[in-house]
């Protein structure tokens, strides 16, 4: 479960946010969120950043997270020439505020994944996400800000995808519409209340 309560409190100036990490505010930026290892594919990532770069020349990049690939990533991006428009976040503690702020569309191109907690905070901040199939569906909670795609396609497909989320209109009050939901964490926590509460009946019994 996710605090919505991070996410629903959020009163941005998102140009002015954008502008603290020296972002124009009529960028288009693709984010990423996680660990810099290798389940995640941070090397196919910034293959569709590169694409990206060469279809939309306002492309900003910001990945939030720390790793051990972090090192190669940070020199893959230097080598496809976005390093300057690339911005490598590290371990952050406001991944609500830099979603809702800075990130039109997020992108998880990961290889393999139980149940990311990015792309459940990315439909709190109502922010659209582009997602591998490696994903389990059981993510999508608000489907009109989702869309799932093989790694079977290759980096221009997914780059395309992700050009065309970032232009698709916004959706109206998406913010907020997981309250309630199986990922709020006061859903989740009543629930987990109810197996124990169930459980010291039986053992009464």
């Known amino acids: 479960g996710v605090a919505l ?5 959020l009163n941005l100036d998102r140009a002015a946010f954008r502008h603290s990490f020296g972002i124009p505010a009529d960028a288009r930026v693709f984010g990423h969120v996680g660990r810099f290892a290798e389940p995640k594919n941070h090397v196919f ?3 569709v950043f590169n694409h990206i770069a060469q279809r939309e020349p306002n492309a900003w990049f910001a990945l939030a997270g720390d790793g051990p690939l972090r090192p190669q990533i940070e020199a893959w991006a230097k080598g496809a020439g976005i390093a300057q428009r690339t911005l490598f976040l590290g371990m952050r503690s ?6 809702a702020g800075l990130v039109d569309v997020l992108l998880l191109p990961s290889l393999w994944e139980g149940l990311p907690i990015a792309l459940i905070e990315s439909q709190a901040a109502g922010v659209r996400a582009l997602y591998s199939d490696a994903i389990t569906p059981e993510a999508e909670e608000l489907p009109q800000l989702m869309r799932r795609v093989s790694l079977r396609e290759p980096a221009n497909v997914w780059a395309l995808e992700a050009i065309s989320m970032a232009k698709s209109p916004p959706v109206i009050s998406s913010r907020g519409r997981l309250a309630g ?3 709020d964490i006061r859903a989740c926590a ?13 053992e009464a019994e």
């Open 94 to 99: 406001d991944v609500p505020q830099l979603l």
């Open 190 to 202: 009543a629930s987990l209340e109810k197996i124990y509460s169930s459980a010291r009946r039986f």
């Open 181 to 183: 939901s199986r990922f």
């Open 5 to 9: 309560e991070k996410f629903s409190q």
């Open 45 to 47: 990532l910034i293959e």
